[in-house]
């Protein structure tokens, strides 16, 4: 009878206060920016893809970038933050891990860095701050 109420405390210890490993896993699923690999990851601009160390650059600087804000979108108006009116070209980013398929647009301006971020039938939209991926954008204009 001892043992019951020992491993019943035992139990109830480990689910009130759960190992670190396990609330980082938890989170991490849904994060809105996540932290890309650059082994599953494919970076395009233009149509083009980048090389090896552009692309582990441009990983590693999306992966720096400060969270600024989530752009909320309303039914029926994603296409228009998946293919919006301007003439800035997005980075593609394609993220392939397992059977989840994940793609981020990632358009730069002069104070901020816009993502799109497109998961099966979701979109969503949101705001970094990077300094480093805007200078990235600016040295790939010759790219065009």
């Keep these: 009878m001892i043992w019951i109420l020992v ?16 609330v980082a896993w938890l989170l991490s699923k849904f994060e ?20 090896e160390e552009e692309k582990n650059k441009y990983t590693e600087y999306f992966n720096e970038a400060n969270f600024l804000k989530k752009h909320y979108i309303f039914p029926g108006n994603e296409k228009l933050f998946l293919h919006p009116e301007t003439n800035v070209k997005p980075f593609v980013i394609n993220v392939k891990s397992g059977k989840k ?5 990632v358009y730069s301006s002069d104070n901020h860095v816009d993502v799109v971020k497109q998961y099966k039938e979701k979109v969503v939209s ?15 204009k010759g790219l065009n």
Excluded at 101 to 105: G, K, L, S, Y
């Design 7 to 22: 491993v019943f405390g035992i139990l109830i210890k480990v689910l009130m206060s759960p190992p670190s490993a396990v």
């Design 32 to 51: 809105l920016h996540q932290k890309l690999d650059s082994k599953d990851v494919t970076v395009t601009f233009n149509g083009k893809n980048l090389e």
């Design 101 to 105: 398929d994940v793609n981020f647009f």
């Design 126 to 140: 949101y705001s970094l701050s990077s300094d480093y991926l805007q200078k990235f954008t600016l040295s790939t």
